[in-house]
């Protein structure tokens, strides 16, 4: 079945500088790839998404890239802010096992420092 | 997109003890998902619930353990059954409103001493 990686597990950026989570996924049929925050306490919430018809997505600040050919898709951060402190969390669906179904990475701990 | 809610948001047991936890949408969604988050890792699928049919399990979840209800289109409850502290974890509802993003719930976090 699918299988997701992500890295790095944590990541420390000063204010102001930018950060990147990479993820990696084995399932070629995969098409769609969504990355979720969470905070402390709370639920994940989708941040941004992209499908596999499209290279890259960006929404202010945030932005996602994708490589079909590598099969790797990557989150961009930039002029973090400490509010951007969360854990992050990148997914793949793959219509061959399950439309619906989510994959997800392992993770990455985002510390931004004032 | 869509409004969840859960109750309860925490709670600590006892090990033996049952817990069932509820999941509320404000709209009505046909595919409603049950996921485990063990204390500091990623989300793990526990079942599928759909209304109007039987809880699709995925593997290493099994029924007994994990009993899921689905009632109507805004409503699901998950029961974690004779709880043992490896159970300990955040439980999460999600849903499907429609194309293919989901939506979570802000958790159940459940102790069992």
């Known amino acids: 079945g699918e299988n997701v990686e992500q890295h790095p597990s944590t990541l420390s950026v000063q204010e102001g500088d930018s950060a990147v989570i990479k993820c990696t996924y084995s399932d070629s049929a995969s098409n769609y790839f969504p990355w979720y925050k969470q905070e402390l306490g709370k639920g994940p919430q989708l941040i941004i998404d992209?499908?596999?018809?499209?290279g890259e997505k960006k929404d202010q600040r945030i932005a996602v890239t994708l490589n079909k050919t590598a099969k790797h898709f990557s989150l961009h951060i930039t002029e973090t802010q400490p509010e951007d402190s969360a854990v992050y969390f990148c997914?793949?669906?793959?219509?061959?096992?399950?439309?619906?179904?989510?994959?997800f990475g392992t993770g990455t701990r985002l510390q931004v420092f004032p | 997109s869509a409004v969840i809610s859960q109750k309860p948001s925490r709670d600590i047991c006892q090990r033996g003890t049952s817990l069932t936890i509820q999941c509320q949408v404000d709209?009505?969604?046909?595919?409603m998902f049950w996921y485990r988050q063990q204390p500091g890792q990623s989300l793990t699928l526990i079942a599928t619930a759909n209304q109007g049919s039987e809880a699709t399990y995925e593997s290493g979840f099994v029924i007994d353990k994990f009993p899921i209800s689905r009632p109507n289109l805004t409503f699901s409850t998950l029961t974690v059954s004779n709880m043992s502290p490896e159970d300990s974890s955040i439980y999460l509802c999600?849903?499907?409103?429609?194309?293919?993003?989901?939506?979570f719930g802000p958790g159940t976090r459940l102790l069992v001493l």
């Open positions: 999600s849903v499907l409103p429609g194309g293919e993003t989901q939506y």
């Open positions: 992209i499908r596999s018809n499209v």
């Open positions: 997914a793949a669906s793959s219509p061959f096992y399950n439309t619906d179904k989510l994959i």
């Open positions: 709209s009505q969604v046909t595919m």
